[in-house]
């Protein structure tokens, strides 16, 4: 009976904590949520910072705004949507494919392959311009010869 | 030579964009809003907070919303400007206090001088985030349907109103 008692009053501390931690974060779960999507939206203030690390007061006020759009039951989709027609594509950190966006998305692979397109054609001019050596097999055993001779010293 | 060329020619390209950005400006986002019908709000007068002001009472008049703020530094650098604006009686200008104290906003345009008919208080800034506001001051010009037709980020000058929104009021105004 004394040992479950004390037992008892070991647990007293975790019932503590726990009520006190939900007085803090409302829900946990939703804040979670709200910085996950946070961390794709870009804080207008400072732009290269995102809306989940900014101090920005406007991004703080964008949290509090997401954080009760979620509570609403809006979905994640909604509330990029929603903020899109405020605050326009700029908010988002990853530009939606679009018409105007495209040379942004595929720029640079178009870009790697005019490039690797310039090294074939430049290998292949290159291999036109240097004939294969053709060699008499005296001459192609003078040339090893040598080559030996180097190694050695 | 023609070695060169090719290099040369990519050269001049890329300083052609390097300095097109340079005049850029990357505060300036453009906003979804323009074209589409202003978003609505009720909210309580500055000096009044009594009585409220809603978006809709101006339906049929070519007007100016500026959103500005007792703590907002770059609004001192318009506000003389848009004195000058309000006394020539060409379209009536409408203040949003952007998270502000009513008492410091009061004091800041008794001051300063008052350009707009009224002001009203988004304590919060919740109505900013409907505007896609981030960074005051910013102006919007509203035409008689109720629709944005232009947004301007930042201090409104003297060459933004004789280059851009004093004409587009002209123009809205005759339709």
């Known amino acids: 009976m004394k040992k479950l008692f004390i037992l008892m009053l070991c647990m007293l501390p975790t019932f503590a904590m726990a009520g006190e931690a939900q007085d803090m974060a409302a829900d946990p779960v939703l804040e979670k949520r709200m910085i996950g999507l946070a961390e794709k939206l870009r804080c207008l203030v400072c732009q290269n910072e995102s809306l989940a690390s900014s101090h920005a007061d406007l991004a703080e006020d964008l949290r509090r705004e997401v954080r009760e759009l979620m509570q609403k039951g809006m979905s994640d989709q909604e509330i990029l949507d929603y903020l899109v027609a405020r605050y326009g594509d700029f908010v988002l950190y990853e530009p939606p494919m679009k018409s105007y966006t495209m040379l942004l998305w595929f720029g640079p692979f178009a870009l790697l392959f005019v490039a690797g397109l310039g090294l074939v054609m430049q290998l292949r001019k290159r291999r036109e311009t240097v004939p294969e050596a053709n060699l008499t097999p005296e001459a192609h055993q003078r040339a090893a010869a040598l080559l030996n001779e180097e190694d050695k010293s | ?175």
């Open chain 2, 1 to 175: 030579m023609s070695r060169f060329l090719l290099p040369l020619v990519i050269f001049i390209v890329l300083a052609g964009f390097l300095f097109v950005g340079l005049g850029l400006n990357p505060r300036d986002v453009p906003s979804p809003l323009i074209g589409k019908p202003a978003p609505a709000f009720t909210l309580p007068q500055l000096h009044n907070e009594k009585k409220n002001f809603s978006p809709a009472d101006m339906k049929g008049q070519v007007w100016m919303l500026n959103v500005w703020a007792s703590w907002c530094v770059s609004c001192r650098e318009e506000h003389p400007v848009l004195m000058e604006l309000a006394q020539r009686n060409i379209v009536p200008i409408y203040g949003l206090d952007y998270k502000d104290k009513p008492e410091d906003g009061k004091l800041w345009l008794a001051r300063g001088g008052d350009p707009y008919v009224l002001s009203v208080m988004d304590r919060e800034g919740r109505i900013g985030i409907d505007y896609g506001v981030y960074g005051v001051p910013e102006t919007y010009v509203i035409d008689k349907q109720g629709v944005i037709r232009y947004k301007h980020t930042g201090p409104v000058t003297q060459l933004s109103l004789i280059e851009k929104i004093l004409p587009l009021v002209a123009e809205l105004q005759k339709k």
